[in-house]
C-alpha cells in the first residue's frame, strides 16, 4: 500500500506532462524597432513595410518564427475537419500601424494560424515564398508540393477596422506535363476566374471560365483560419 501514493504521484505528472501545450506569447503592444518589438525567444524571418491604413505613414507586417520545436495541431480542411499534429517552429503574424506623429508602431493585429510553417511545403521546402505591402495591402504568397504542387496568394485589406481577404489566387499544377487549374478569386466583386489547360501552351492551350462567387461574408484573418482550410466550394479549398 505504501507504494500507491508514489504511483498516483507519477501518473499526475504523466498526465500533466501530456497535456502540456505551446503556448503562443502576446507581442509587444508597442516599439519604435523591429528589434524591440520580437519576442524573446523567437527570430524574425519575414517582413514587409508600407502604407497599410492611407495616412501616408509606414507601416510594418513581421513574421516570427519560434526557436522551439514543439508539436502543433493544425487544421486542414474547413476549419474544423481533417486535424492533424505536426512537429515543427510555430510562427506568429505580426501587423503594427506607425504613428505618423511619435514614430512608434502600434499594434494592430496579431495571428498566430495563419503563416504556413517550414514543414508544411512538402518536397519544396519552406512555403513562405513572400510578404508584400502594396496599394494599402497585404500579400502573402505560399507554395509547395512536389510532381504535383501548388501556389497560394492572398491579400488582406484593412477596412472597417479589421483585416479583410480581399482577392486570392490558387495555382494547382504538374511540374512535368504542365497541367494545371488557376483559380482567380475577388472577393469585392464576388466573382471567380477559372483557367484550366497547361501552364506552358496559356494562350493556346487552356480554357478559361468566370462565374459568381456565393459566399455569406468576407473572412478575415479570425474567420479564416489558415491556408487550405476554406472549403469556398465543394471540394474546392482554399
Known amino acids: 500500500m505504501r507504494f500507491l501514493p508514489l504511483l498516483l504521484i507519477l501518473l499526475f505528472v504523466q498526465t500533466t506532462f501530456a497535456q502540456k501545450t505551446f503556448l503562443f506569447p502576446k507581442v509587444k503592444a508597442q516599439g519604435v524597432s523591429v528589434a524591440a518589438l520580437t519576442p524573446p ?92 505591402i502594396k496599394d494599402q495591402q497585404l500579400f502573402l504568397r505560399f507554395k509547395g508540393g512536389s510532381e504535383w504542387r501548388w501556389e497560394l496568394g492572398y491579400t488582406f485589406k484593412f477596412q472597417n477596422k479589421d483585416w479583410f481577404l480581399t482577392s486570392a489566387i490558387n495555382l494547382y499544377f504538374n511540374q512535368n506535363t504542365g497541367d494545371m487549374t488557376e483559380r482567380i478569386y475577388d ?16 494562350d493556346i492551350a487552356n480554357r478559361k471560365t468566370s462565374e459568381v462567387l456565393y459566399f455569406s461574408q468576407l473572412r478575415t484573418f479570425k474567420t479564416f483560419k489558415k491556408p487550405w482550410a476554406w472549403e469556398i466550394m465543394p471540394n474546392v479549398y482554399l
Not at 464576388?190 to 501552351?201: D, E, K, M, S
Open 41 to 132: 525567444n523567437w527570430t524574425l524571418i519575414e517582413s514587409a513595410t508600407g502604407d497599410l491604413n492611407n495616412d501616408a505613414t509606414d507601416d510594418l507586417a513581421l513574421v516570427f518564427e519560434s526557436n522551439q520545436v514543439t508539436d502543433e495541431t493544425r487544421t486542414y480542411g474547413d476549419n474544423h475537419s481533417d486535424i492533424i499534429k505536426e512537429t515543427q517552429k510555430p510562427r506568429i503574424l505580426a501587423i503594427y500601424f506607425r504613428d505618423k506623429a511619435n514614430g512608434v508602431f502600434n499594434l494592430s493585429a496579431q495571428n498566430n494560424d495563419f503563416i504556413l510553417r517550414s514543414e508544411e511545403g512538402g518536397k519544396v521546402g519552406d512555403p513562405l515564398q513572400q510578404m508584400a
Open 187 to 202: 472577393f469585392s466583386s464576388r466573382q471567380l476566374f477559372t483557367t484550366v489547360g497547361n501552364l506552358h501552351r496559356r
